[in-house]
Every structure is written in C-alpha cells, then in structure tokens.
C-alpha cells in the first residue's frame, strides 16, 4: 500500500496556511509567523539538527521518510505568474533543493523540466489532482507521494479526497488574513481518524489518517 | 556532532523494562506485556505499516534514522549463557536482521563476527561501555550509535553518562518484577531535560536529551 500525504502544514488558529500574496521578498507571504518554531533541518532526519530531538523536530522528520515523489502548487515553486520569463528561476532552493525526488508543479503553463544533482527534478504540468496523483505515483514506484503545498493545493487534493495522511501543525496564532487551508471543506473531519496532540513548546499536532472506505 | 541514542525503550511504571530471565520460548521474559501496542513494522519508516500514522508509530520510527551502528547486551543477542555452545545461533532474527549496520554485542565471551546479506553484521566484544562506544562510533562514521538494549546496557551507559538522547515509552502496566531501567540511577534526570507527551493510546512517551555539560 502506498499513501499519499501530507506534512508540517502550518496553520493558524483561524486556519490560514499562507499569506496571500507571494513575493520574491516574501515567499510565504504574511504567513511568516507561522514559521517561527519550525526547524526544517531534521526533514531528512532527526539526526540533522545540532539541537535536541523534541516531539515538534520528531514528527517534522517524518516529511522525508519513504516518499518518492512530490506535487507542489506554482507558488511554491516561485513568485511568476503567467507564461514564465526567461528570468532562469529554478526555484527558491538554490542548487541543493531539499526534495531528492520528482517534483511536480502544477502550472496552466507547462514548460521544460529542471533536473539537479542531488536527485530533485521539476516537471511542470497542467494536469487536475487525480491526474497529477497519478504521475507521481508512477515515479514513486513502491514508495508515497507527498502534497507538498501550499494550502491551495492540499485544499484542492482534500476536496478531491486524495489525501490518506495529513500532519498539521497548529501554531498558536492568529493571521487574520492569508490563504485558507479549510476553506470550502465542511466536515472534512468525517473522512479522518484525528490524533490531537498536544507539544510542550505550545504547538498543537494532528495526525489525520483517512477511515478504511 | 554525532549522539548516542536510545530508542523505543518500553518501560512499566514500576520501571521495569525486561523480564528477570530469558530463555530461547520467552526472549523478553515476563515482559512481553509490554510489547503490545508496539508496531515494530514501521522502525525503517512510517510508510511501512498497512495502518495509520499515529503518534505512537511516528516515535517508533525515529529508531533507524541516521544509525550507523547498535550497541546491544548480550541477552538481546541470544539466550545462552557462558562460553558459547556450536549451535548454529545466529540471533533471534533469522537470516534478516532489522539492524542493517554494524552491531556490537557486549560479552565476556568474543568471538568472530557474523555478516548479513543486508548489511548488518555482529561483533563480539568483551569491553567497557566507553570502550565500545569507540569502537561503534568509528564504524557509524558520521552517523548515531544506538543503544540497542536490553535494559541492563541502556542502565551501564546511562550510569557512565554515555547516552545523549533517549525516548522512552512508559507502559501503563505493574509488572511487579523483572529487570529495573533505574535500580542504581537516583536523580538521573537532573542531566536530562525531559519532554513528556501523552498518547491518545494510553502510553506515555518521554524524550530526553541531556543538558549541555
């Protein structure tokens, strides 16, 4: 069985994921708040961070563990709108971008794909969630596929029902503005077994499995 | 910087975390009430369970990530006693060891190593805790040492101040007897800063990481 899932999505206490603009100054947008007890050292694992391994870096480490492909929403990928420029933007990662898999981008403007040397590759498709599920599935092979963002997307996957397991973050804040990772998903809840727990740095985690159909 | 870790370490509340004795029917004694609600599928990643991604698995999965080699006691290698007879014993796991490093069995007995296809092997010292730790930590290279158990090890490295972190999983069950994680270790805590996280389960997990000297 291969899952496809969700991790560390940040959400505010009035449920917003992302700011709602995303500028080249501002890759999250006004959601930066969110971020601030969030150590992405240990994604690969917990061995990576030079700090003590807390419940929060533990369940952070389990972004990378057998996944083997990932689809991500444009904007995570960059700040453009529209048919992109030749600006040779490869992303907001460098030459080292953390994913050492697929990535897909989901984009009305398909183009070209980017591949690095640490085993990370964008491919950009026009394609709805089930669509795009199934590529990445095929370039996972026996492992899962990760939405990896931003809430748009795991909006669009939840609303879909294609999300087996979503670890949310729940950060004790409150946005009043930003882009909503529940908007339009009434009862969502009713799809899912809900684990609360509760972090003693004042984070709330959830772990959502989706019920047996 | 490289730790020195203890992993899934299941624990009744009256502190005992293995039976008294061991024998090749019984190979965690009187304690194997303390294994029921673990899932050891998922040690090498949560992916691997055909079940959810609970709070418990997820903290169980935290056992293999950036491991480079194991410390174990004897006990947990095998039943015998002594001077090792010519039984053919190559450990309680069959040809598929779960360890896949270099393991290094503590006993006054040595003898030559054993290789597994998957890359575990196991290495016979008759050492000191500090002594073996060298020797696991060249062979880990970059990577953690676990201790591996049982319960009598963890308690010689804790007692020696070797270990760095440590996740315990206390078990709401009175045993009554069998071997102590603590006979010995008085306020061992005041070198730990501990993290306490109830599960939705019922167990209690603890993280400890040892203060900075």
């Given at each position: 069985m291969t899952r496809t899932r969700v991790h560390n999505m940040m959400v505010s206490l009035d449920g917003?994921?992302?700011?709602?603009?995303?500028t080249l100054e501002e890759p999250i947008g006004a959601a930066r708040a969110l971020f601030g007890q969030f150590d992405g050292?240990?994604?690969?694992?917990?061995?990576?961070?030079?700090?003590?391994?807390?419940?929060?870096?533990?369940?952070?480490?389990?972004?990378?563990?057998?996944?083997?492909?990932?689809?991500?929403?444009r904007r995570k990928f960059g700040?453009?709108?529209?048919?992109?420029p030749e600006d040779g933007w490869r992303g907001w990662w460098g030459e080292?971008?953390?994913?050492?898999?697929?990535?897909?981008?989901?984009?009305?403007?398909?183009?070209?794909p980017m591949e690095f040397a640490n085993g990370t590759s964008f491919r950009f498709?026009?394609?709805?969630?089930?669509?795009?599920?199934?590529?990445?599935?095929?370039?996972?092979?026996r492992l899962d596929v990760?939405?990896?963002?931003?809430?748009?997307?795991?909006?669009?996957?939840?609303a879909a029902d294609l999300i087996d397991m979503m670890h949310l973050i729940i950060v004790p804040i409150v946005l009043g503005e930003?882009?909503?990772?529940?908007?339009?998903?009434?009862?969502?809840?009713?799809?899912?077994?809900?684990?609360?727990?509760?972090?003693?740095?004042?984070?709330t985690h959830q772990l959502w499995n989706r019920l047996p159909a």
């Open positions: 917003y994921a992302a700011g709602t603009t995303v050292r240990v994604i690969h694992g917990v061995q990576h961070a030079d700090a003590p391994i807390t419940l929060d870096r533990a369940l952070t480490s389990l972004w990378g563990q057998g996944v083997g492909a990932e689809i991500m929403g700040p453009q709108t529209g048919p992109w080292e971008p953390p994913f050492r898999t697929p990535v897909y981008v989901l984009t009305h403007h398909p183009r070209p498709v026009d394609a709805s969630p089930a669509e795009a599920l199934a590529l990445a599935q095929e370039a996972a092979g990760r939405i990896g963002g931003g809430p748009t997307t795991v909006r669009q996957f939840l930003g882009t909503s990772l529940w908007e339009g998903l009434g009862n969502v809840q009713d799809r899912f077994e809900v684990e609360t727990i509760a972090s003693p740095s004042g984070l």
